[in-house]
């Protein structure tokens, strides 16, 4: 048992590209910064190479409609005809966390001493995404509604005994959307990361380790494809989960209840 | 025994959570199919409060995989 350690949390420690310091200050370009700015030249490329306005779309500029046409439905539905002004902020969240989830399994690691990151798997990134969508819920909130922006926290209909007992809970399950949204994403994309590099580590230790290894490591094989496929889901349902909880919260601060 | 196989037996009773949430997700997507075959012309209506559903109870899979990976990478202190 002398193998080298496959050490599955490496994949998300942030290294610095270019340091750079203002004061005490570390805003360093990392790696994080580096697939953040991947991830946008993407997004600029694909909706650039659909937005012609051509009479007769052709295919890329139906992948481009489809795209927006799904987020637009999205806000339509749940938020109705005033959610409008905020389809462009949902769809830059849907864009971006989609295409950062997706670039986190592109499996540049077969280049040697190379490999991708993840941006979406550090709470710093999904935790500023929520708060943003929560500020955004508040300031709406109380520019409409003012303090009867409170009056959320009391189900229409509640008889006033039960609303000493329901306005808390109300209170604490609005409280704690930032942290769920940010947590959920982030640690859906760590938790598939993780599986993944475990199962190729199986996989190395076992046709490592003889005939009986062998089998381990076809079978490991077979799993990391199945699992692979499964992450493309959790990707494209992590993404819509966010934007789709965004629509909805909105939804509350816009129309009460 | 000492602490850190204590750490590693406390990561593996973190992680049956999971596994309680995977009987919910389950469970949401299994309902949910049984009453679309019922009336497939409703289904679609329905998609967003599926996936409400779905991350409710995924949530809380992945409140417990953080909590196992929290004891597991713990400094092991004293």
Redesign the interface.
């Known amino acids: 048992m002398a193998e080298a350690k496959i050490d599955p949390?490496h994949q998300f420690t942030v290294e610095r590209i270019v340091p750079l310091h203002i004061g005490p200050y570390d805003i360093s370009f990392t790696n994080s910064s580096l697939w953040l700015f991947i991830a946008l030249a993407l997004i600029f490329a694909f909706m650039l190479q659909g937005m012609k306005r051509q009479l007769v779309p052709g295919r890329w500029q139906v992948a481009v409609e489809g795209l927006t046409g799904f987020v637009d439905d999205?806000v339509r539905?749940?938020i109705g005809p005033e959610g409008k002004k905020f389809m462009p902020y949902i769809f830059s969240l849907f864009v971006l966390i989609l295409t950062a989830n997706l670039l986190g399994l592109f499996p540049l690691a077969i280049i040697p001493g190379q490999h991708q990151f993840t941006t979406t798997s550090h709470f710093s990134i999904t935790g500023v995404l929520a708060v943003m969508s929560f500020s955004i819920v508040l300031i709406v909130g109380f520019a409409r509604h003012g303090l009867k922006f409170f009056s959320l926290f009391v189900p229409h209909g509640t008889p006033l005994p039960m609303a000493f007992l329901i306005a808390p809970i109300e209170f604490i399950s609005f409280m704690v959307r930032p942290f769920?949204l940010g947590?959920?994403l982030f640690?859906?994309m760590?938790?598939g990361h993780i599986l993944m590099e475990v199962f190729g580590s199986f996989i190395v230790t076992g046709f490592n380790g003889g005939p009986l290894g062998w089998g381990v490591g076809v079978l490991s094989m077979l799993f990391i494809i199945f699992v692979t496929a499964l992450e493309l889901l959790v990707c494209a349902?992590q993404a819509?989960?966010f934007a789709?909880?965004t629509t909805?919260y909105l939804n509350d601060a816009i129309n009460l209840h | 025994m000492d602490l850190s196989s204590a750490q590693v037996i406390g990561a593996g009773l973190a992680a049956i959570g999971v596994g309680a949430a995977a009987i919910g997700v389950g469970n949401v997507f299994g309902s949910f199919l049984e009453s679309a075959l019922r009336n497939p012309a409703a289904a679609d209506g329905q998609q967003?409060r599926l996936?409400?559903g779905?991350?409710a109870a995924?949530?809380l899979g992945?409140?417990a995989?953080?909590v196992a990976?929290i004891i597991l990478?713990a400094p092991p202190s004293a």
Request: charged fraction near 5%.
């Open positions: 949390m999205m539905v749940n769920s947590l959920r640690v859906a760590i938790a349902i819509y989960v789709l909880l909805l | 967003g996936f409400i779905f991350a995924e949530l992945l409140i995989f953080a990976m990478y």
